[in-house]
């Protein structure tokens, strides 16, 4: 005879766990404010996030050089807070894979090594552009 398993019964809505999730209006812009700034600290702990964002100080300001129109410039300046926003991206998967455990696992490896290539994407198509927009600058026509 198979005894009736009990019923998973949730937290009180009034309890919430992350009390992010009860924070409104001001509060709650405030908090999510201080959570992105810990996230590009963190962000900054990772080699190739800091050597992006080096080359971000110089490479958007000359955006607002090398576009003509602001298309071009937003073209631009996108394509390289693009591989930046990817980067981080990318080292938050690996920290989620990492606190699973530091055993090999084929899905881990295959988690990191997508976010990886999205990495390289994103760096391709900014490369790409800003090539494109450099031959247009000095080579016109």
């Known amino acids: 005879m198979t005894r009736p398993v009990p019923p998973v019964v949730p937290p009180p809505a009034t309890d919430p766990v992350n009390p992010q999730k009860a924070r409104t209006g001001w509060s709650r812009l405030w908090h999510a404010t201080g959570y992105s ?5 963190a962000g900054w702990g990772e080699t190739a996030f800091r050597q992006e964002a080096l080359a971000a100080l110089v490479l958007l300001p000359s955006a607002f050089w090398l576009g003509r129109t602001w ?6 300046a996108g394509s390289v807070l693009l591989v930046m926003i990817v980067e981080l991206l990318n080292t938050g998967i ?6 699973v455990g530091p055993e090999w696992h084929a899905l881990s490896k295959r988690a990191k090594d997508m976010g990886s290539a999205a990495v390289l994407l994103a760096l391709l198509l900014a490369g790409g552009i800003w090539l494109a927009a450099l031959a247009h600058h000095f080579f016109p026509g």
């Open 37 to 41: 700034i810990a996230g590009l600290r």
């Open 71 to 76: 298309v071009e410039t937003a073209l631009l």
């Open 94 to 99: 690996e920290a989620a894979i990492d606190r």
